[in-house]
């Protein structure tokens, strides 16, 4: 079985730096672990690269050649890797073996989630040469504010009998596992950090299906309840007694 996570995240989220400390953190352990680039505009490393985009295609060659901006010379690179994608992917995958454990450094521009598929093809092809694959997606905690995680799309998923376990993971459950996995002097550090997750919702999901008036509805009051929305609002004393007195007749 191979192994692989794909890690995605806003632009300046730290993915890379997390991929940099991911593999220190493997060569201390002795654990094997590659890391791959998908940017190609990415320009410095912090980690040995095992499998580079930039090898098939760069965004300053396209931007040189179509004479573009950076945004359009990203789509048009990775619109190229869906082009080459099984010949260029396949033959970098030969240099692995079935143990391999393989994690994806991604772009963190929007567009090339909403106007190519090939990340979701790129993924498909993962899975179908034996990979389980796990997205990991980072988030600046610096912003401090509550936040809602939407799971989108779910009209289009077929099977939801499992749907559950991945929508709202147990920070108790969590924090029984880093216990178990780390020194008991990182257990106040634990604790405080299993908090963190559980006051903000940092793990949990509101599932979003735009075909149900009621699930639009859920996913705006979880928002509202973010926000305290129509809590200072003033109780309608008048109303209240006009439709008491309504009701009286």
Not at 130 to 151: K, M, R, T, W
Request: charged share 25%.
């Amino acid at each position: 079985m191979r192994y692989a996570q794909l890690v995605i995240g806003p632009a300046g989220s730290g993915k890379s730096t997390y991929c940099s400390s991911l593999n220190q953190h493997c060569e201390t352990i002795r654990r094997t672990m590659h890391i791959v680039n998908l940017d190609p505009a990415a320009e410095v490393f912090n980690y040995p690269v095992a499998m580079d985009i930039r090898e098939l295609v760069s965004v300053d060659v396209v931007m040189e050649e179509l004479k573009c901006g950076p945004n359009a010379a990203l789509i048009r690179c990775m619109e190229y890797l869906e082009d080459s994608l099984y010949n260029w992917l396949d033959e970098e995958l030969e240099n692995f073996t079935d143990d391999d454990y393989l994690v994806f450094d991604c772009p963190g521009q929007i567009e090339i989630f909403t106007h190519v598929p090939v990340l979701k093809n790129f993924v498909e092809h993962l899975k179908k040469n034996g990979f389980n694959v796990c997205a990991v997606y980072l988030l600046d905690s610096q912003l401090e504010l509550p936040h809602v995680n939407i799971l989108s799309k779910m009209d289009l998923l077929q099977d939801k009998s499992n749907i559950a376990e991945f929508l709202d993971a147990e920070p108790r459950t969590i924090l029984a596992g880093l216990d178990q996995r780390m020194a008991p002097q990182f257990a106040k550090l634990n604790k405080a950090l299993i908090e963190l997750v559980e006051q903000y919702s940092m793990v949990r999901f509101t599932p979003l299906d735009l075909r149900k008036e009621r699930s639009i509805q859920y996913v705006l009051s979880e928002i509202d309840k973010c926000i305290q929305f129509g809590e200072d609002a003033e109780v309608k004393i008048r109303e209240l007694d006009e439709d008491m007195d309504q009701l009286e007749l």
